[in-house]
């Protein structure tokens, strides 16, 4: 199945794309090129293929969870710009609710 001028500029413009002609050339190009590999992966005769979601199998590689010492809050404020002696103080950046911000 070839993909048309037509469709290329179709997909740009779902996509918000501006394209120029020799970029809709192009880019139909591209597309055609990889509907090509697809139809050769679909002639492929797959019976007795399991399907699988990784070509290896995979282990998971996370640590341990162990309860470690964590800073305390006076040495985590030390070197904060604002504090109010309990919490980061940051500048407000959305309004109250109710309203336009």
Do not use: Y
Request: glycine share 8%.
């Amino acid at each position: 199945m070839a993909i048309s001028e037509e469709q290329v500029r179709h997909v740009a413009l779902l996509a918000r794309l501006a394209l120029t002609d020799e970029q809709v050339a192009n880019l139909g190009d591209e597309l055609n090129s990889i509907l090509g590999h697809i139809d050769t992966i679909q002639n492929l005769d797959l019976e007795g293929v399991e399907p699988t979601a990784h070509p290896l199998e995979t282990v998971n590689s996370i640590r341990s969870d162990v309860v470690k010492p964590c800073l305390s809050r006076e040495l985590a404020l030390k070197n904060a710009p604002d504090t109010d002696g309990t919490a980061f103080v940051i500048p407000q950046i959305v309004g109250p609710g109710g309203g336009d911000a």
